[in-house]
């Protein structure tokens, strides 16, 4: 089964409108877990990591005050997408390291936003 | 800077048949993991193979095993006897013990009867 749960699987928003994505670890904490963007035929993009009890630190390029993460607690992280235009449809997908380091990331299943 | 490369956007294959899927990297770090993904269209990244750079032996799972050539920095998946099932996309990533994953651009793979 899942063991990295993400909600919701697809969303429409509208146009100005916030979405947010829960990214959850079942079973296990998960101290830092990472945000990646798919655009359509395109490879998957980290835009973030976020880290329990912090500040999340955001790669190059992506805005910080858009994407707001949210990593309140050792199994839930949140992406908030604040003032969705229709440029930022796309597929969101989180991940987090296992408990064995090293060749053990788990993915979520992902969300397809589509912003009207 | 780190990088991934897939040259193949497409490959097709017939079923039963094997399939090498391609995979070089660029990384300075001596340490460093190599992962493949399958990602159907569903959209769900699932695993396949894990090399460590320090692995003497070619990582093997199932009909999955990873060409890992360490000197021409390339990691090719080699799916054996393949199945109608395994048409999807498929992703080399690269990790440098941060657990943040960079990725290739992907290869589409089809299996046709």
């Known amino acids: 089964g899942a063991v990295v749960s993400q909600h919701p699987s697809r969303v429409i928003c509208k146009s100005g409108t916030s979405v947010k994505i829960e990214c959850r670890s079942l079973?296990?904490?998960?101290?830092?877990m990472f945000w990646y963007r798919q655009f359509p035929k395109q490879s998957l993009m980290l835009m973030a990591t976020?880290?329990?009890?912090?500040?999340?630190?955001?790669e190059q390029g992506v805005e910080k005050d858009k994407f707001l993460i949210n990593h309140a607690s050792l199994t839930l992280s949140t992406l908030t997408v604040t003032s969705a235009h229709p440029e930022d449809s796309s597929f969101y997908i989180c991940?987090?390291?296992?408990?064995?380091?090293?060749?053990?990331?788990?993915f979520g299943e992902g969300s397809w936003l589509t912003v009207v | 800077a780190q990088k991934i490369t897939q040259t193949q956007p497409g490959m097709f294959v017939q079923e039963k048949e094997a399939v090498t899927l391609d995979c070089t990297y660029d990384?300075?770090?001596?340490?460093?993991?190599l992962f493949w993904y399958k990602q159907p269209s569903s959209g769900e990244m699932i695993f396949l193979i894990y090399?460590?750079?320090?692995?003497?032996q070619n990582a093997t799972e199932g009909r999955y095993s990873l060409n890992f050539q360490k000197a021409r920095k390339s990691a090719n998946l080699v799916i054996s006897a393949s199945q109608l099932g395994d048409s999807a996309m498929y992703f080399c990533?690269?990790?440098?013990?941060?657990?943040?994953?960079?990725f290739g651009t992907g290869t589409r793979l089809q299996v046709f009867p």
């Open positions: 991940s987090a390291p296992g408990q064995v380091s090293g060749n053990t990331i788990y």
């Open positions: 079973d296990f904490q998960a101290t830092t």
């Open positions: 976020s880290n329990e009890g912090s500040k999340a630190t955001y």
């Open positions: 990384t300075s770090d001596p340490s460093y993991g």
């Open positions: 090399q460590g750079s320090y692995d003497q």
């Open positions: 990533a690269m990790t440098l013990n941060t657990d943040k994953l960079i």
